[in-house]
């Protein structure tokens, strides 16, 4: 699986950004997914996971109820709705995906095999 992320950007606090992450290969619809970012001199932390269907995700505490993860399997895509952004949110967010032999929603970052480049979320206050 290769994955691709776009639609990183500049925005000031308060603000929303739609981050997408375009996945090639044939297995995709059985991958769970991931978002995970990483802010200059931090470690990489999760941010929002989904399963293969998109019946369940699972978010971090700092952004629940800001973002919001989704995944159209015919498209090979996964999204990452930003909104209410905050100048903590700043960082390098990266898409991940795994292919799991249990149905379910991983938030560490060893779980997941493949990984995107990665696009920066700039966030002003």
């Known amino acids: 699986v290769q994955l691709q992320a776009c639609g990183g950007g500049w925005v000031q606090a308060g603000g929303s950004l739609r981050l997408s992450c375009a996945a090639s290969?044939?297995?995709?619809?059985?991958?769970?997914m991931g978002w995970f970012r990483q802010a200059p001199g931090k470690e990489r932390e999760f941010v929002a996971a989904?399963?293969?269907?998109?019946?369940?995700?699972y978010s971090a505490h700092s952004v629940k109820g800001r973002f919001t993860i989704s995944r159209d399997n015919a498209n090979n895509m996964v999204y990452l709705q930003m909104n209410s952004l905050k100048p903590e949110d700043t960082a390098v967010y990266y898409c991940?995906?795994?292919?799991?032999?249990?149905?379910?929603?991983?938030?560490?970052?060893?779980?997941?095999?493949?990984w995107g480049p990665g696009t920066q979320v700039t966030v002003s206050s």
């Open positions: 989904i399963n293969w269907s998109g019946g369940s995700t």
């Open positions: 991940a995906a795994t292919q799991p032999f249990q149905s379910g929603v991983y938030y560490y970052s060893r779980d997941y095999s493949y």
């Open positions: 290969g044939r297995t995709f619809s059985s991958c769970a």
